[in-house]
C-alpha cells in the first residue's frame, strides 16, 4: 500500500518547520501524540456546504471522494465529526449554509458550528474529540487555505496527530494585488505544507483518499 508521507519529531531544535525528505525518513513512521489516553482516531470533514462547494476546484470529484471516506469510516467504526461555517454570507439555516446534499450526516455524527478560519476556535470541538477519545484526526473538506490550513495548524498545536487526505480538499482560485494563484496550486501547497510540518512529538502526515489510514 501507498504509505501516508510524515513529518515527525521527538526534538524542537528545528526552527523552520520542514525538514529534507531524508531527515523525515530518517525519523521513522511511528505515531507519537501527546494525547496518550486517546486511542482513536476520528474523520473531520470541514465545510462541505452548498456555498462553498459550488464555485470549488474539482468540486464533484472532492465531494465524491469524501463521501467515500465517510462510508469507509462509519463500516470501520471511524467517529465522524463535521464542521460547518456561518457568517453574514452564509447564515445558519439558509441554503447556502446547508451541507451539500451528496453528503448527508447521521443523527449521532457531531456537527461543530464555528465562526472562525480555525474549527477549535470559539466552538466545543475539543469537547467533542475528548469524549469520543480522539487523538488522531484525518481531515478533509475544504477550504484548503482557510479552515482546513488554520485547523490543522490549530490541531497539531493542541498535540493531536493529523493526517490530510491530499485529493479530498478543495479551494478556489485566490487573488492578492493583482495576482491570481489558481486552486489547483493551492492545494498542492497545503499538502506540502502539511507533509513537512513538524513539531516535537506529533506526526503530520499526507495520503490519497483510498490509501490513508482511518484508525490509529
Not at 18 to 44: E, N
Not at 120 to 149: I, M
Not at 181 to 204: C, D, F, H, K, M
Request: charged share 25%; aromatic share 6%; hydrophobic share 40%.
Amino acid at each position: 500500500s501507498f504509505p501516508e508521507h510524515a513529518a515527525v519529531s521527538t526534538a524542537a531544535t528545528d526552527h523552520s518547520g520542514a525538514h529534507s525528505d531524508d531527515r523525515i525518513r530518517a525519523q521513522g513512521g511511528a505515531t507519537v501524540t501527546r494525547f496518550a489516553d486517546r486511542t482513536r482516531t476520528a474523520l473531520l470533514v470541514i465545510d462541505v456546504q452548498e456555498d462553498v462547494m459550488s464555485s470549488a476546484w474539482q468540486s464533484t470529484e472532492v465531494v465524491s471522494r469524501i463521501g467515500a471516506l465517510v462510508d469507509r469510516a462509519r463500516a470501520e467504526g471511524t467517529p465522524v465529526v463535521w464542521v460547518r461555517h456561518e457568517d453574514e454570507d452564509m447564515p445558519a439555516g439558509s441554503p447556502s449554509w446547508q451541507i451539500v446534499a451528496a453528503l448527508r450526516p447521521r443523527a449521532r455524527e457531531p456537527i461543530v458550528e464555528r465562526r472562525f478560519r480555525s474549527a477549535f476556535e470559539g466552538t466545543d470541538l475539543d469537547t467533542v474529540l475528548d469524549v469520543l477519545d480522539v487523538g488522531r484526526l484525518v481531515v478533509c473538506g475544504a477550504q484548503s487555505d482557510f479552515c482546513v490550513r488554520h485547523t490543522i495548524h490549530a490541531a497539531l498545536e493542541k498535540g493531536y496527530d493529523v493526517a490530510l487526505a491530499s485529493d479530498a480538499h478543495t479551494t478556489t482560485d485566490a487573488e492578492i494585488d493583482g495576482v491570481t494563484i489558481p486552486a489547483e496550486l493551492i492545494v498542492a501547497q497545503q499538502n506540502l505544507a502539511t507533509r513537512e510540518y513538524v513539531l516535537p512529538g506529533r506526526t503530520s502526515r499526507i495520503a490519497p483518499y483510498d490509501q490513508i489510514r482511518l484508525s490509529r
